[in-house]
T-cell receptor
Framework: GIQVEQSPPDLILQEGANSTLRCNFS?????LQWFHQNPWGQLINLFY???GTKQNGRLSATTVATERYSLLYISSSQTTDSGVYFC?????????FGAGTILRVKS | DVKVTQSSRYLVKRTGEKVFLECVQD?????MFWYRQDPGLGLRLIYF???????EKGDIPEGYSVSREKKERFSLILESASTNQTSMYLC????????????FGEGSWLTVV
C-alpha cells in the first residue's frame, strides 16, 4: 500500500514565528488534503490540494504531485494554531493519513 | 452547518463486552467512515460505506463490524471488546467523488479495562 510520511513529528514555535510542515507520499494519488486537529480532538479540513498552491489567510499549501510531496506553511503563528496537522491522500477509494505533526505554539 | 455527531464522547467498557459506537450525519452524504487514532500512527481506516447496506473493509477491520441501515447513520460494533481496542474512534462522512471535503465527528474515547 501507499506510505504517507510527515515531518517533523513535533514542532515547538514561539508565537509569531513561521513554519513549514512536509508530507511525502510513495505513489501517485487522486487527491491530497490537509487537516488540523485541535486539542479537543476535532478534525477540520484545511485544504483540498491535489496539485498547485492555495492560500487561506495565514495558511498556504503547495503540492508537487510529480515529486510526491506537499508542504503546509503557517505564517505568524498563533497559540490557536496548536494541535496536530495531518495530511491525507486518496489512494484508490481510501483516504490514507500520515502520522501527523504535533505543533505547539507558545505565547 | 455541517454536522457529524458521535453519540458518546467517553466510554469505559469491560473486556468481552459488546460495544456500539453510533454516528449520524445530517448532510445526506453517501460516504461514511470509521477510523481509529493512536499516538504515532495517525488515523487508520477500520471500515467505510459508500451507500446504505454497503460496507468495505479498511486497513484494520479485525475485531470490528459495522452497520448502515439508513443513509445518515453508520454504527461501529466491537463484538467482544479487548484492551488493545482502547483508542480514540473518529467517524467521518463525505459526498461521493474524490474531490469532496471529508467532515469528522468530535471523536469517541474508548477505554477497555
Amino acid at each position: 500500500g501507499i506510505q504517507v510520511e510527515q515531518s517533523p513529528p513535533d514542532l515547538i514555535l514561539q508565537e509569531g514565528a513561521n513554519s513549514t510542515l512536509r508530507c511525502n507520499f510513495s505513489d501517485s494519488v487522486n487527491n491530497l488534503q490537509w487537516f488540523h486537529q485541535n486539542p479537543w480532538g476535532q478534525l477540520i479540513n484545511l485544504f483540498y490540494i491535489p496539485s498547485g498552491t492555495k492560500q487561506n489567510g495565514r495558511l498556504s499549501a503547495t503540492t508537487v504531485a510529480t515529486e510526491r510531496y506537499s508542504l503546509l506553511y503557517i505564517s505568524s503563528s498563533q497559540t490557536t494554531d496548536s494541535g496536530v496537522y495531518f495530511c491525507a491522500v486518496l489512494y484508490g477509494n481510501k483516504l490514507v493519513f500520515g502520522a501527523g505533526t504535533i505543533l505547539r505554539v507558545k505565547s | 452547518d455541517v454536522k457529524v455527531t458521535q453519540s458518546s464522547r467517553y466510554l469505559v467498557k469491560r473486556t468481552g463486552e459488546k460495544v456500539f459506537l453510533e454516528c449520524v450525519q445530517d448532510m445526506d452524504h453517501e460516504n461514511m467512515f470509521w477510523y481509529r487514532q493512536d499516538p504515532g500512527l495517525g488515523l487508520r481506516l477500520i471500515y467505510f460505506s459508500y451507500d446504505v447496506k454497503m460496507k468495505e473493509k479498511g486497513d484494520i477491520p479485525e475485531g470490528y463490524s459495522v452497520s448502515r441501515e439508513k443513509k445518515e447513520r453508520f454504527s461501529l460494533i466491537l463484538e467482544s471488546a479487548s484492551t488493545n481496542q482502547t483508542s480514540m474512534y473518529l467517524c467521518a462522512s463525505s459526498a461521493a467523488g474524490p474531490g469532496n471535503t471529508i467532515y469528522f465527528g468530535e471523536g469517541s474515547w474508548l477505554t477497555v479495562v
